[in-house]
């Protein structure tokens, strides 16, 4: 059964760069079926997708984030990166990692437990 | 402020059946696929329906969907307790730019 699981630190200064790491289980990354996605939820706020990566290094980014991110892949770890740079107090959310289908709807179809990531002055 | 409009929250008795719209434009619900997603309290979203009206595997048929032009509504019969959650439409919008947007999320309360 796939599982994500994302991880980081907790806590990051501000005007510093966030980085994440989603580690992919039970299914291979490097499958055509799929992109892989970060997806933001702010503190009793609603969802808003980053970015999402196919295992060629092929990305889809949210404009909204004026290219303050990065997604990557390693396909030898099966693992997901997030940077974003430049982070500020609006950047405080929990960050998911998902699976999204590379065709029809782009449906994210499984998703990591998320990671709270809180930004300080 | 959220591409796809979602009413803030909806409410019905248990039993009763609860539809929650989401309304965008041609360049978004109107060209595109829309997928629901479930978020019960502390926990990640789960999919609920995806193609516009198919449930994955595990949804019960008390839950369906429908689109029409650029608007989509999720329905959610025999209301249960544990289905008190925040739900949330999402679909690519290939506007100006290809980005995927989710609706504000509706809280559903059963009273």
């Known amino acids: 059964q796939l599982q994500l699981q994302e991880s980081g630190p907790g806590l990051v200064r501000s005007s510093e760069t966030l980085s994440l790491t989603c580690i992919v289980s039970g299914g291979s990354i490097s499958s055509s079926d799929y992109f892989w996605a970060w997806i933001r939820q702010p503190p009793g706020k609603g969802l808003e997708w980053i970015g999402s990566?196919?295992?060629?290094?092929?990305?889809y980014d949210n404009p909204s984030l004026k290219s303050r991110s990065t997604i990557s892949v390693d396909t030898s770890k099966n693992q997901i990166y997030l940077n974003l740079r430049s982070v500020t107090a609006a950047d405080t959310a929990v960050f998911y990692c998902?699976?999204?289908?590379?065709?029809?709807?782009?449906?994210?179809?499984?998703w990591g437990p998320g990671t709270l990531v809180t930004v300080s002055s | 402020q959220s591409v796809l409009t979602q009413p803030p929250s909806v409410s019905a008795a248990p039993g009763q059946k609860v539809t929650i719209s989401c309304s965008g434009g041609t360049s978004n619900i109107g060209d595109n696929f829309v997928s629901w997603y479930q978020q019960l309290p502390g926990t990640a979203p789960k999919l609920l329906i995806y193609e516009d009206n198919k449930r994955p595997s595990g949804i019960p048929d008390r839950i369906s969907a429908s689109k029409s032009g650029t608007s989509a509504t999720l329905g959610i019969a025999g209301l249960q307790t544990g289905d008190e959650a925040d739900y949330y439409c999402?679909?690519?919008?290939?506007?100006?730019?290809?980005?995927?947007?989710f609706g504000g999320g509706t809280k559903l309360t059963v009273l």
């Open positions: 999402g679909t690519w919008d290939s506007g100006l730019s290809v980005n995927w947007v």
């Open positions: 998902a699976r999204q289908l590379a065709s029809g709807s782009w449906t994210f179809d499984s």
């Open positions: 990566v196919y295992y060629t290094g092929t990305t």
